[in-house]
């Protein structure tokens, strides 16, 4: 008698290879997010990295001008006024207190040098007072003798001065010390402003 013969088949679980179109999408998805803000930070980091040195030297300008003012006379009358070595006030100025040569302008604002002649760098009539520089405006920096300076493309500076001997002194003089603000604008709307103070401690010192 034939005896039948079973064959038994087994089935193997093989394991899956490769990667499903689903996974390979979202890989390339994540990639692509995670480059994109990276490069976006970089370009961010590019892009200011500059900034430092242009506020450094906005800085430079600005105290470099701030000096320049701080240094000057700060007399009674105009330096070229033949009574500014012994005026003891305004009123010994040729022309009086409000005259032509009261830096002080008769308590007016000071947003024009004395005489309204002079001007910085001039090679006859320059600043030669500390009030000369109310609301003066460089649209180029140049440096005292009104020469260009290189490599300052794109840098402004302006210059303003007001009465500080009251709140600075307790002085009833108001015009006993003068705040200077000088601010400089530079690549970039890169601004920078500082103040300093000057009083009149030396009325008759001329230059």
Not at 103 to 129: I, M, Y
Not at 181 to 194: D, E, I, M, S, Y
Request: charged share 15%.
């Amino acid at each position: 008698m034939a005896k039948s013969k079973k064959i038994l088949v087994s089935r193997h679980a093989w394991p899956q290879r490769g990667v499903s179109l689903i996974e390979l999408i979202m890989f390339i998805v994540i990639i692509s997010v995670a480059l994109a803000g990276v490069l976006l930070v970089m370009n961010r980091v590019t892009a200011s990295s500059a900034d430092p040195l242009v506020r450094k030297q906005a800085l430079a300008i600005a105290e470099s001008l701030l000096e320049e003012v701080e240094l000057m006379p700060f007399t009674f009358c105009d330096p070229d006024d033949l009574n500014a070595a012994s005026a003891v006030s305004a009123a010994d100025c040729t022309g009086g207190a409000g005259g032509v040569n009261d830096q002080n302008k008769g308590g007016a604002a000071l947003t024009s040098p004395t005489p309204a002649a002079e001007a910085r760098g001039h090679a006859t009539a320059p600043f030669d007072n500390v009030a000369d520089y109310g609301n003066y405006s460089m649209p180029t920096i140049a440096d005292i003798t009104g020469t260009d300076v290189t490599g300052l493309n794109g840098y402004s500076a302006s210059v303003g001065i007001a009465r500080a001997g009251t709140a600075l002194l307790g002085a009833a003089d108001d015009g006993a010390a003068l705040r200077i603000t000088v601010a400089v604008t530079g690549p970039g709307n890169t601004q920078v402003v500082l103040d300093g103070y000057r009083t009149r401690y030396a009325p008759r010192v001329l230059p």
